[in-house]
């Protein structure tokens, strides 16, 4: 089965960014680098994340193919993984040029790796039918969160992470199985959009759309506050190594529970006003960690990481099938991925800044703040009825 498979090569996939997000900007920091050159290294992926998404899209709608090109970026995540660990296997300095290279490759990838995941899992996910089970986009993507979970957790116990060797062989690792189960994956073609042009530009001027985007912009920006401060302001109230791991561990849970019933939620409550939830439920989350410093507390507080983020992504992803036409699906979802990264790219640069000059609290108060502006982008995303040429068989994901 189609959705089986996926959910291995979305588990695969997602290892090996659990040893990459958590550990690898201490790992270039035992092969010193630090500063700005590993500032300008880890921009790379969010970079290529506004670009890649909608180059690969667009080509996957242009040529009819998905699996192709999810090869092709899997071959290029594998490529950058054994240059990162080229020296430390040879005995080699990992030297910024070799470095960079490496994570050209590696950013260039990674960004349609997880687009092109998304719209095979959107495409293969179903409402049930006579005799059949539902599949919810959610169900296959939450393989994902499990598999970084675990992949975080059994790299900070049992590898040296600042060896030069042991945490990019494991991001190889990771990455060959991953490239490997590319092939087992065979959907159905999607069909051609012959030009991508005028479609895709009915899109970009619908208000519902471009409303999706503003919001997901905005929203994910506002979500990068947690992603670049909560372990440096835990830090700063005095919270252990050990609890930081296991409030990220718990977060992770809740959005993995989320996952699991997204297609039941989805199909009770529309996307659109879900959204909305999920952006007022992250200034809410947001406000709280700004505001308590009990550690009990804050860690009762790590589900809500369901609200914030699964329920926005599972949402978003929705609406991105609700509102583009079936030919133009991988253009669709590229361009929101942009936005999401773009909206990453301005927060990474602003939190930290406010971090810096002003602490947390105040971080996550404007953060909170930002969500509540997303939250209006949000509510007008909402349709009155699914636009003429879209799917009509699958609104649950």
């Known amino acids: 089965m189609l959705a089986g498979r996926l959910r291995l090569f979305i588990f695969a996939l997602f290892v090996s960014y659990g040893g990459f997000l958590p550990f690898f900007p201490k790992w270039l920091e035992a092969q010193g680098i630090r500063g700005a050159a590993m500032s300008a290294l880890m921009a790379l992926v969010p970079a290529f994340g506004v670009i890649g998404p909608p180059v690969f899209g667009a080509l996957s709608d242009w040529l009819g193919l998905r699996t192709g090109l999810l090869r092709i970026a899997t071959a290029g995540g594998l490529l950058a993984t054994l240059l990162l660990a080229a020296p430390g296997v040879l005995g080699w300095p990992a030297t910024l040029p070799i470095l960079f290279a490496a994570m050209f490759v590696f950013a260039l990838s990674r960004a349609p790796q997880v687009a092109m995941a998304d719209v095979i899992a959107i495409e293969t996910s179903k409402v049930a039918g006579p005799g059949q089970k539902a599949v919810s ?3 296959i993507r939450l393989f994902g969160s499990v598999g970084f979970l675990i992949a975080a957790l059994a790299v900070g116990r049992l590898l040296d992470v600042q060896a030069a060797a042991q945490l990019p062989l494991f991001m190889a690792g990771a990455m060959a199985v991953t490239f490997l189960l590319s092939f087992t994956l065979d959907p159905p073609p999607p069909p051609r959009a012959p030009s991508l042009g005028p479609p895709l530009r009915r899109l ?9 985007l503003v919001a997901a912009f905005v929203g994910f920006g506002a979500h990068v506050s947690y992603d670049m401060c909560f372990s440096l302001h835990l830090g700063k109230l005095g919270i252990s190594s050990g609890w930081i791991g296991a409030a990220w561990a718990i977060g992770t849970l809740g959005e993995t529970a989320l996952m699991a019933i997204s ?14 939830v999920a952006f007022l439920g992250g200034a809410v989350r947001w406000v709280l960690i700004g505001t308590i410093r009990d550690l009990p507390v804050l860690l009762a507080l790590q589900p809500l990481h369901a609200i914030s983020f699964s329920l926005f992504w599972v949402t978003a992803i929705d609406q991105v099938k609700h509102l583009a036409p079936k030919e133009i699906l991988g253009s669709a979802q590229g361009v929101f991925n942009a936005a999401v990264g773009g909206g990453a790219v301005a927060g990474m640069f602003v939190w930290r800044a406010v971090f810096e000059a002003r602490g947390g609290p105040t971080t996550f108060f404007w953060a909170a703040g930002a969500s509540v502006c997303a939250a209006l982008a949000a509510a007008g995303t909402r349709t009155r009825a699914r636009p003429e040429g879209r799917d009509a068989a699958a609104d649950v994901v």
């Open 137 to 139: 986009y959610g169900s």
């Open 204 to 212: 970009l001027r619908e208000r519902a759309f471009a409303m999706l």
């Open 263 to 276: 297609g039941w939620l989805l199909a009770r409550v529309p996307a659109s006003r879900l959204l909305v």
